[in-house]
C-alpha cells in the first residue's frame, strides 16, 4: 500500500501547468492551437493522473515514464474533446436490428436524400401548385399507399391514409388517444407486452385514456373472448405484435383475419401493431412467422402501425396507416405536432420507399444482411482471421448463428460465420473494450471465452479496415484510466 509520504512525493514530480505551457513541447502545441484549448486538456490530463496517484495505481518509475509522455498525451485529449459523442461504429455483433446501435442503416439513395434536402429550403410544407401551405406527411403517404399496392390512379379516392410520428410507440399512443379516449379497447392478456425502455400496453393505454378490457388468458385466446367482450362502450379492437418474446406449446390466437372480420360485423375498428413495416416475405429465410405489412393491409385492417427502422430499413419513425375517417381524426388531435417528424426523416423514409417501389430494394443494407449467403459470410472471416492472427492472438472463422434483433422475429437464427479470437495476455473482456476504444469501434461479443466479431452485420468495405483495427487493438494494453490506449 502506498504511504502517505509516497503519495506526497509522486504529487510533487507532476510539473506545475504552467511549467508545462512554457516547455518547447508545449510551445509547439501552442503554435497550432489555441491557449484556452490547451490549458483545459492540459488541466484534465493532470487531474487524471492525480486521480491516479490517489487510487494508489503508480510507481516513482511508472509516473515518471507518463510525465515524460504529457505532451503527447495532451494532444490526443485534445483530439478526444474534439470527436464527436454520437459516432459511426462496426457493429460485429451479428444482431441486425441492434437498437443500442441505431438499428437499420440507411442506404445510400436515403443519405442522398438527407443532404440533398438538409442543404437548403425545401417544399416541407407548401404547395407547389397553388403556393398554399400544406401537409407535411403528403411526401411520405401516397409512397406508404404505393408501396402496399394501390394504384397511381386510384389515390385519389382511396379509402386509406398515412400519417407519420416519431416512432411507433407514438404512433400507437397516438391512435389509442384519438380514437378510444374514454371508452374500451380489447387485447388478449397474451399481448399485454413490454418492449425495450419500459414501454408497457397497460400502461400506454391508461395514459392515452382508454381503458383497457383484457381477453383470454396468458397462453389461449380465442374469437370468441373478443367478441364477448364487445359492449357499446368498445371503442377498439387491438392487436399487438409480441415483438421480442415468443409464446409456444398449447397456445391459441384467433387469426388477424377472423378479428377484422368480427370488427366489420360488430362495426368495432381493429387497430393493429404490427410493428416491423416488413414489406417483403422472409419466408426465403424460413422465418415465416414474422408477419408482413402488407398481409395487415390486405386483410382490410381498419388501422395498422408500423416502425420504419425496423424491417422497412428505414429512419426511425412510426407509420400510421388505415382509413380515412380514423387518420383524419388522428390529424385532428393536437398532440400529433408533439410527435410530428421533420424534413431529414421524410428524406429518409421516401427514398427508402423509393427504392422498394423502383424495384432496389436490394440497396437497402438491411435487405443485404438479410439475405448476405452464408458461405459468404464465411469466406469473409476466414479472410479477416487469416489477415489477423499472430503469435499473440488466435484467430480462426467459427460457425455462428445471427439474430435479426429489435424486437422482431425472436426465435429466428440465420446461419452465419464469426472471426474468434483469443488473445495469449487480454482478457475476452478487456479485448472488447480495446476494440470499442478504436476508432471506429468495433462492437463484438463473447461466448465460451472468445471473442467473436459476426461479419453479417459488417459492411463488406470494412473488410480491411477490419484487420487493420483488429491489429491495433492487440498491440495495445488499456490504461488504468480506460480513456486511452498506452503503447507497449
Not at 394501390?150 to 389515390?155: A, V
Not at 400510421?320 to 428524406?347: E, H, M, Q, S, W
Not at 459492411?459 to 491489429?471: K, N
Request: proline fraction near 4%.
Amino acid at each position: 500500500m502506498t504511504n502517505d509520504y509516497d503519495v506526497r512525493s509522486l504529487y510533487r514530480l507532476l510539473p506545475s501547468l504552467n511549467d508545462l505551457l512554457l516547455s518547447p513541447e508545449f510551445t509547439a502545441i501552442l503554435q497550432v492551437e489555441s491557449r484556452s484549448i490547451v490549458v483545459r486538456s492540459t488541466r484534465e490530463v493532470l487531474l487524471r493522473i492525480k486521480q491516479e496517484i490517489s487510487d494508489g495505481q503508480h510507481t516513482h518509475a511508472s509516473l515518471g515514464s507518463r510525465v515524460a509522455g504529457l505532451d503527447t498525451e495532451v494532444v490526443t485529449e485534445i483530439a478526444r474533446n474534439r470527436r464527436y459523442s454520437l459516432r459511426r461504429v462496426i457493429n460485429a455483433t451479428g444482431v441486425i436490428l441492434h437498437t443500442n446501435l441505431g438499428r437499420a442503416p440507411l442506404s445510400a439513395s436515403a443519405l442522398e436524400h438527407i443532404v440533398e434536402t438538409a442543404a437548403g429550403y425545401s417544399n416541407l410544407e407548401i404547395n407547389l401548385e397553388s403556393g398554399e401551405r400544406s401537409r407535411r406527411d403528403v411526401h411520405a403517404e401516397e409512397l406508404l399507399l404505393r408501396a402496399l399496392g394501390m394504384r397511381s390512379d386510384d389515390l385519389a379516392e382511396a379509402p386509406n391514409a398515412a400519417v407519420v410520428v416519431n416512432n411507433c410507440a407514438a404512433a400507437t399512443f397516438l391512435a389509442l388517444n384519438s380514437l378510444a379516449e374514454g371508452s374500451e379497447v380489447i387485447v388478449s392478456r397474451g399481448e399485454l407486452v413490454e418492449i425495450g425502455g419500459g414501454f408497457r400496453i397497460p400502461e400506454i393505454l391508461a395514459k392515452s385514456g382508454a381503458r383497457l378490457h383484457e381477453v383470454g388468458t396468458t397462453n389461449r385466446t380465442r374469437l370468441a373472448d373478443y367478441e364477448n367482450a364487445i359492449s357499446a362502450d368498445t371503442g377498439l379492437i387491438l392487436r399487438v405484435h409480441q415483438s421480442n418474446f415468443s409464446i409456444e406449446g398449447f397456445t391459441e390466437r384467433p387469426a388477424l383475419q377472423d378479428l377484422v372480420a368480427l370488427g366489420k360485423r360488430k362495426n368495432v375498428p381493429v387497430f393493429n401493431d404490427q410493428g416491423t413495416g416488413l414489406l417483403i416475405s422472409l419466408e426465403d429465410l424460413a422465418v415465416s412467422a414474422e408477419p408482413t405489412l402488407l398481409d395487415s393491409f390486405r386483410l382490410g385492417v381498419d388501422l395498422i402501425a408500423a416502425s420504419g427502422d425496423k424491417l422497412l430499413g428505414g429512419p426511425q419513425c412510426g407509420l400510421l396507416i388505415g382509413r380515412v375517417d380514423l387518420i383524419d381524426r388522428i390529424r385532428g388531435n393536437p398532440l400529433l405536432r408533439t410527435f410530428r417528424v421533420d424534413k431529414l426523416i421524410y428524406a429518409a423514409l421516401e427514398a427508402t420507399l423509393m427504392d422498394y417501389l423502383s424495384g432496389k430494394s436490394n440497396s437497402l443494407p438491411i435487405v443485404k444482411m438479410l439475405h448476405a449467403p452464408a458461405l459468404e459470410v464465411l469466406g469473409r472471416c476466414e479472410w479477416v482471421a487469416g489477415q489477423t492472427r499472430s503469435d499473440d492472438l488466435f484467430a480462426e472463422a467459427v460457425p455462428v448463428f445471427s439474430l435479426i434483433g429489435g424486437g422482431t422475429a425472436p426465435t429466428a437464427r440465420l446461419e452465419s460465420s464469426a472471426v474468434a479470437l483469443r488473445h495469449a495476455t487480454m482478457q475476452p473482456q478487456a479485448l472488447l473494450l480495446a476494440l470499442r476504444q478504436l476508432d471506429p469501434p468495433v462492437i463484438a461479443r463473447v461466448s465460451d471465452d472468445t471473442v467473436l466479431l459476426d461479419l453479417r452485420t459488417v459492411e463488406t468495405e470494412f473488410d480491411t479496415t477490419l484487420v487493420s483495427l483488429l491489429r491495433l487493438a492487440t498491440r495495445v494494453t488499456i490504461s488504468p484510466n480506460a480513456h486511452s490506449f498506452d503503447h507497449e
